[in-house]
Nanobody, 124 residues
C-alpha cells in the first residue's frame, strides 16, 4: 500500500509560480506511474499532468501545456508539479495519484492511490 502526501500549495497572485510535491511512503514509487489532478468546488476532478515510471514520458492537459512541468525523483520517492504563469481558473484542490503500472494515463479512475490534496488559490 502506498501513502501519498501532497505539499506546496498556497495563495499566489495570477502570473506567479508554485511547486507542488508528492511524497510517498509505504512502498517505493519507482514502479508506479504518477499523475496530478485538480478539482475546483462544484466541478469534476480534472487531469493536469502524468508521468511514467522512469520520467521519460509525460502528458499534460491542454490548459496547462507550456506552463506546468511534472517530474519525479525516484530516489526520493517524490513527484513534483512545477506551475508557472498561474491563472485564477487554476484555483483548485490539487491531488497526487499513483497507478500500479509503469505507464501513465490521463483518466482518474485508472489510478489506484490518492493523496488528500493541497489547495492552490490564484488571486486575480
Amino acid at each position: 500500500q502506498v501513502q501519498l502526501v501532497e505539499s506546496g500549495g498556497g495563495l499566489v497572485q495570477a502570473g506567479g509560480s508554485l511547486r507542488l510535491s508528492c511524497a510517498a511512503s509505504g512502498r517505493t514509487l519507482s514502479t508506479y506511474a504518477m499523475g496530478w489532478f485538480r478539482q475546483a468546488p462544484g466541478e469534476e476532478r480534472d487531469f493536469v499532468a502524468a508521468i511514467n515510471w522512469s520520467g521519460g514520458r509525460t502528458y499534460y492537459a491542454e490548459s496547462v501545456k507550456g506552463r506546468f512541468t511534472i517530474s519525479r525523483d525516484n530516489a526520493k520517492d517524490t513527484v513534483y508539479l512545477e506551475m508557472n504563469s498561474l491563472k485564477p481558473e487554476g484555483t483548485a484542490l490539487y491531488y497526487c495519484a499513483g497507478r500500479n503500472s509503469l505507464l501513465a494515463v490521463t483518466t482518474a479512475d485508472r489510478y489506484d492511490y490518492w493523496g488528500q490534496g493541497t489547495q492552490v488559490t490564484v488571486s486575480s
